[in-house]
């Protein structure tokens, strides 16, 4: 999906070689992406075609061997922007072979979590993606320390472990 794909160059993915994660801990992101109104007015088809881009991506990456994992923890009853991302991770996410789970907020509560979504690349790098109160993107940061590094990636796999395959969930 866009708003989750790093803003650094396009050589950030060709470099990645083994694993990308995602956390995802926002209710709400980006109100006015056009493919959410779209999705809002039922043109579900329309709202996942916009993210074509990403789904070629991680085809692309899936292909090379690259695991890429998303891990959504959300409220419930859910929001109707995460039901809009749960509508179109069949066709965007999961058709490019990215594996998706969603983890509800009650049963995080006794994980130790960062502060905002992230990405790790290879176990080594990522980047946090920073976001306004209204859900508007205020930019990423990149994450080098390994300290930091460490802390994500054990917080991704705590809700990894816990979260409901993408599959198997079913919203409330």
């Not at 007015?41 to 990456?61: F, P």
């Not at 009853?77 to 066709?91: K, W």
């Amino acid at each position: 999906m866009s708003r989750t794909v790093p803003t650094r160059t396009e050589d950030q993915w060709s470099r990645v070689t083994m694993s990308a994660v995602h956390l995802e801990m926002r209710d709400s992101y980006i109100r006015d992406d056009p493919a959410f109104i779209a999705w809002r007015l039922g043109r579900v088809e329309e709202a996942s075609a916009a993210y074509q881009g990403w789904t070629t991506r991680v085809k692309e990456l899936t292909a090379r061997g690259v695991v890429v994992r998303r891990a959504r923890i959300i409220s419930e009853p859910i929001s109707d922007y995460c039901r809009f991302e749960y509508d179109v991770t069949g066709p965007v996410n999961l058709a490019g072979g990215e594996l998706v789970r969603w983890l509800p907020r009650r049963r995080a509560s006794d994980i130790a979590l960062p502060g905002n979504d992230f990405w790790i690349f290879d176990g080594s790098h990522g980047k946090f993606n920073h976001f306004t109160g209204d859900g508007s993107s205020a930019g990423p940061e990149p994450i080098t320390d390994p300290r930091v590094v460490k802390l994500c990636a054990d917080a991704f796999e705590a809700v990894w472990e816990r979260a409901i395959p993408h599959e198997e969930y079913k919203p409330v």
